[in-house]
T-cell receptor
Framework: GNSVTQMEGPVTLSEEAFLTINCTYT??????LFWYVQYPGEGLQLLLK?????DKGSNKGFEATYRKETTSFHLEKGSVQVSDSAVYFC????????????FGGGTRVLVKP | GAVVSQHPSWVICKSGTSVKIECRSL??????MFWYRQFPKQSLMLMAT?????????EQGVEKDKFLINHASLTLSTLTVTSAHPEDSSFYIC????????????FGPGTRLLVL
């Protein structure tokens, strides 16, 4: 079956530091890959996505590249802000699973001023 | 665009009562909506898939008689927690899939349920 593994947190950074959150996946076929962000007390917001190999998703300074050869979709941001403090979820969906989302465990990021 | 709302945002109820949570897609049509449950500091657990005009499909281990789902229109799905007990206290999140884009789910802000 499909699965997503992402690095455990919490990740604590200083403002303007570089952020990387690793995400690897196991899936049949060619899944679409997503990063969602959850701010405290809220639901999930789609941050970015990529639907095929070598695609790069980007939004709000965050980037992730769909790497089929390494089955990875690592999230990066060059200079984080305090407002980036949140929980980040890597997820995949594939036609083999009826396009249901499979989530990683989530990574809590805390950015300190 | 792609806004999903949930109502109520939080609810406190007594044990044994039923609670209904609404999920609406505000600016798009959704033939499929999903209901998730999230425990503190954990990931989302898919409870069921709600399809407009047909019965919901429940994930293994989720009691369909406990969590009633109705998807009466292309913009509304409801989850009713029947005879709620303290162990049903949780954060319930819905998502909706745009009919034009079968890959992306848009999430509601969540409903926090506390059963006393």
């Amino acid at each position: 079956g499909n699965s997503v593994t992402q690095m455990e947190g919490p990740v604590t950074l200083s403002e303007e530091a570089f952020l990387t959150i690793n995400c690897t996946y196991t899936a049949t076929g060619y899944p679409s890959l997503f990063w969602y962000v959850q701010y405290p007390g809220e639901g999930l917001q789609l941050l970015l996505k990529a639907t095929k190999a070598d695609d790069k998703g980007s939004n709000k300074g965050f980037e992730a590249t769909y790497r089929k050869e390494t089955t990875s979709f690592h999230l990066e941001k060059g200079s984080v802000q305090v407002s980036d403090s949140a929980v980040y979820f890597c997820a995949l969906s594939g036609q083999a699973a009826g396009n249901k989302l499979t989530f990683g465990g989530g990574t809590r990021v805390l950015v300190k001023p | 665009g792609a806004v999903v709302s949930q109502h109520p945002s939080w609810v406190i109820c007594k044990s044994g009562t039923s609670v209904k949570i609404e999920c609406r897609s505000l600016d798009f049509q959704a033939t499929t909506m999903f209901w998730y449950r999230q425990f503190p500091k954990q990931s989302l657990m898919l409870m069921a898939t709600s399809n407009e005009g047909s019965k919901a499909t429940y994930e293994q281990g989720v009691e369909k008689d406990k969590f009633l789902i109705n998807h009466a229109s292309l913009t509304l799905s409801t989850l009713t927690v029947t005879s709620a007990h303290p162990e049903d206290s949780s954060f319930y999140i819905c998502s909706a899939r745009d009919v034009r884009s079968q890959e992306t789910q848009y999430f509601g802000p969540g409903t926090r349920l506390l059963v006393l």
